[in-house]
T-cell receptor, first 113, second 113 residues
Framework: DAGVTQSPTHLIKTRGQQVTLRCSPK?????VSWYQQALGQGPQFIFQYYEEEERQRGNFPDRFSGHQFPNYSSELNVNALLLGDSALYLC????????????FGDGTRLSIL | GNSVTQMEGPVTLSEEAFLTINCTYT??????LFWYVQYPGEGLQLLLK?????DKGSNKGFEATYRKETTSFHLEKGSVQVSDSAVYFC????????????FGTGTLLAVQP
């Protein structure tokens, strides 16, 4: 039973560039949420995708965008990268939009130079 | 708004000591409550959950009870091991329209042999 998988594991970019991160949900899950975890902090909610639509969004600028594909996998795109975007980006999957637990991948470590 | 407050770390214990990590929350209604654990360089793993008042979640010797009257969800373990060294996050979740996890800042646990 494959868990949540994310790629790449590490990424180094420079300011102003654009980046795409990818996530495959746990088998049987149809909802994908993205979180940003700064060093020494708890994860912060970016947005959530269900039925290929963005259902809700946290307090992040429009530079952060996403997509969900028919196979439930998802991408997170960040444009015009800033130094402050350096963080661990976590993808979590769950079944539907109930209060069931979200299961996390190991994350993508993004470093901005 | 909804929030989670955890005791600050690091918490340093000797092997076989008793562990308590305090967690309190502010929320309207009745969220589900979770403890997640993060080992170095990894994503978050679900440790335990409770979905309603007086529920006790348990896993791998860890326990936490959902206390509505004190809005708390303290994590306990009777005898910690070196392998329990990690960062522990308390989180709350509502289902439905606001299906996102809200995390505390995390508590680093260091267990010494």
């Amino acid at each position: 039973d494959a868990g949540v998988t994310q790629s790449p594991t590490h990424l180094i970019k420079t300011r102003g560039q654009q980046v795409t991160l990818r996530c495959s949900p746990k088998s049987g899950h149809d909802t994908v949420s993205w979180y940003q975890q700064a060093l020494g902090q708890g994860p912060q909610f970016i947005f959530q995708y269900y039925e290929e639509e963005e259902r809700q969004r946290g307090n992040f600028p429009d530079r952060f965008s996403g997509h969900q594909f028919p196979n439930y996998s998802s991408e997170l795109n960040v444009n015009a990268l800033l130094l402050g975007d350096s963080a661990l980006y976590l993808c979590a999957s769950s079944l539907g939009v109930s209060n069931q637990p979200q299961h996390f991948g190991d994350g993508t470590r993004l470093s901005i130079l | 708004g909804n929030s989670v407050t955890q005791m600050e770390g690091p918490v340093t214990l000797s092997e076989e000591a008793f562990l308590t990590i305090n967690c309190t929350y502010t929320a309207t209604g009745y969220p589900s409550l979770f403890w997640y654990v993060q080992y170095p360089g990894e994503g978050l793993q679900l440790l335990l959950k409770a979905t309603k008042a007086d529920d006790k979640g348990s896993n791998k010797g860890f326990e936490a009870t959902y206390r509505k009257e004190t809005t708390s969800f303290h994590l306990e373990k009777g005898s910690v091991q070196v392998s329990d060294s990690a960062v522990y996050f308390c989180a709350l979740l509502y289902g439905g329209a606001t299906n996102k996890l809200i995390f505390g800042t995390g508590t680093l646990l260091a267990v010494q042999p």
